[in-house]
């Protein structure tokens, strides 16, 4: 098995020894009793071999008129949360946030687990090795690798993954963490511990993860995420973040938070700014790097008018899940949801033309973005923060979903996910937010609440959505500095810090209390409600966050 994840095993001392395909056999051997007389191991093949296999072995499967693989996920086209497992062990035991995001799995369940996966592997012809890096920074990157018997996903994690060179893979030794995706066979529902035939697992003293009964590809990403959370804080003293960021001309780097529909992508595709990367980041003692070697976007209504880069990223080596296409043309109809709305693409980071490659910077964050898109109207388009309120928001992580199509739901509904990334934190949120606090302070980083949502009232009553235009007129001035300089007034209720005037931005359009329609006391009832909802989701943290932290919260 691999070793126990420590400074010294990451970065071994000394000169390592050529990797060859036997010593590869021999290993697998030797961890998971892959039998090797009797399945073919194919390690690091090429995107075109891949597409071959996958044509030819796996249903679904087609080329696009644009040159990209589409493959189906099967059944499940999103993640399993709820089947998602951290071992109970020693070595992790203290520092898991254990509750409904990190459920308990005892090591015996882990053991029939792991054993069920390697039995199917070695039921196949053939399997897959993907050998590659997750971090691109050479001293704190980890060395990852995917056994899986789909061509789909081996593609898919050789693109989400960092591609070692030639000598990199050549020297690549034993990984510091495993994956084995035996996601076409179901989990035993009657193990101690599962809760269906879906089974998501992570043991942090294995430095291993199982994955039974979902074909869906993004847990592997996620499971690397979720596995950098805990390495990074508790082996390197680094913050793990789910954010995107960016690099000016002048070398400045922004990080942007927020949830799905809040506008993270596409603010920080700016074209005037480096593209450091999508979703996945450390910040350490040196600067910013991004976790992974590819981007994972949606695809639902994509336009080349709309997202260029991602359009245009959708080639010959991208990957794309679960879409509708013609079957004559292979043009693929991005508004068709028949098969899930969560229709995705994959694809190497360098397909991306204004990406910075490598992916990291050595200049730290000057501008820490957090997004939220409220559809409520009352927060204000953008807000300065001080430390304690960057903490409070950090851990609650809001934004608001339209209202649905059930019967008498009429307001739009707020959601909260801790650290903007609640399902892949390990550790208690609060650490991460204090470790974000200490590097702005450190570092003098400015922080926003920049809002992308409705003005003038809410989605449901008349409200409308903040022009793009003045959302980057707002980040321009970010950037420029100009507004770190402006006046500010105060926000009531939340205590915000609002400027009042922004560069090409209408003044009434950054108070939302100017340009509410219904009223004063209709406005000052909807941040009310809006406050209240903030108050009740953060009693979820308090007992471990600080006082300061949650005085700086709503005041009712």
């Not at 010294?8 to 000394?14: A, E, F, I, V, Y």
Request: aromatic share 10%.
């Amino acid at each position: 098995m691999a070793p126990p994840v420590n400074q010294t095993s990451l970065h071994p001392q000394g000169v390592e020894t050529h990797y060859s395909h036997t010593e590869l056999e021999e290993e697998l051997y030797e961890t998971a009793h892959i039998d090797y007389d009797k399945v073919t191991i194919s390690h690091n093949p090429s995107a075109a071999e891949l597409y071959e296999d996958a044509l030819v072995h796996e249903s679904g499967s087609a080329i696009t008129s644009a040159g990209a693989l589409v493959a189906s996920s099967g059944k499940k086209t999103g993640r399993s949360p709820k089947d998602k497992r951290i071992v109970d062990e020693p070595s992790s035991v203290e520092h898991v946030w254990w509750g409904p995001v990190n459920k308990k799995l005892s090591e015996n369940s882990w053991k029939i687990n792991r054993e069920r996966a390697v039995d199917y592997l070695n039921t196949r012809k053939r399997i897959y090795v993907i050998d590659a890096f997750a971090g691109w920074d050479p001293k704190y990157r980890i060395k990852v690798r995917i056994v899986c018997a789909r061509a789909y996903h081996a593609l898919f994690m050789r693109n989400m993954l960092i591609r070692p060179t030639e000598e990199e893979l050549a020297n690549f030794g034993k990984p510091d963490f495993t994956i084995y995706n035996a996601g076409a066979f179901p989990a035993n529902r009657f193990t101690d511990g599962m809760s269906s035939s879906t089974s998501v697992a992570i043991n942090f003293k294995e430095m291993e993860m199982t994955i039974l009964g979902t074909e869906y590809a993004g847990e592997m990403k996620k499971g690397i995420f979720t596995v950098m959370f805990y390495i990074q804080p508790v082996k390197f003293n680094n913050l793990t973040l789910h954010s995107s960021a960016n690099q000016g001309p002048d070398g400045d780097v922004t990080l942007f938070f927020g949830l799905s529909g809040t506008g993270k992508t596409t603010l920080s595709a700016d074209p005037s700014r480096l593209l450091i990367g999508d979703d996945e980041h450390v910040w350490t003692n040196e600067g910013v790097f991004n976790i992974e070697g590819g981007c994972y976007a949606k695809c639902l209504d994509l336009s080349a008018e709309k997202e260029p880069d991602i359009f245009n990223a959708i080639r010959f080596g991208s990957v794309l899940e679960n879409v509708v296409f013609d079957p004559s043309t292979r043009v693929v109809d991005y508004e068709d949801k028949t098969l899930t709305e969560n229709t995705r693409v994959s694809y190497p980071i360098e397909y991306i033309p204004n990406a910075l490659i490598p992916c990291f910077s050595n200049t730290h964050p000057s501008n820490i973005i957090l997004l939220t898109c409220d559809a409520r109207g009352v927060i204000p388009p953008i807000s300065k923060l001080t430390n304690e309120q960057v903490m409070y928001h950090f851990i609650s992580g809001y934004t608001s979903k339209m209202a649905g199509t059930e019967e008498g739901v009429t307001e739009p509904e707020a959601t909260f996910s801790a650290c903007f990334g609640q399902p892949f934190l390990v550790l208690h949120p609060m650490k991460y937010a204090k470790m974000l606090s200490d590097k702005m302070t450190q570092h003098k980083a400015n922080a926003w609440l920049l809002n992308t949502g409705w003005t003038g009232a809410s989605a449901t009553k008349g409200g409308k959505r903040c022009p793009l235009k003045y959302t980057r007129a707002i980040l321009d001035a970010i950037h420029n500095g100009e507004l770190a300089k402006a006046e500010y007034e105060n926000f009531g209720v939340f205590n915000l810090q609002v400027p009042k005037s922004a560069p090409n931005v209408p003044a009434e359009l950054l108070n939302p209390a100017a340009s509410w329609t219904g009223g004063q006391k209709e406005f000052e009832q909807e941040v009310k409600k809006l406050g209240a909802l903030f108050k009740e989701n953060f009693k979820n943290y308090e007992s471990e966050a600080l006082p300061e932290v949650i005085a700086a919260g709503p005041e009712l």
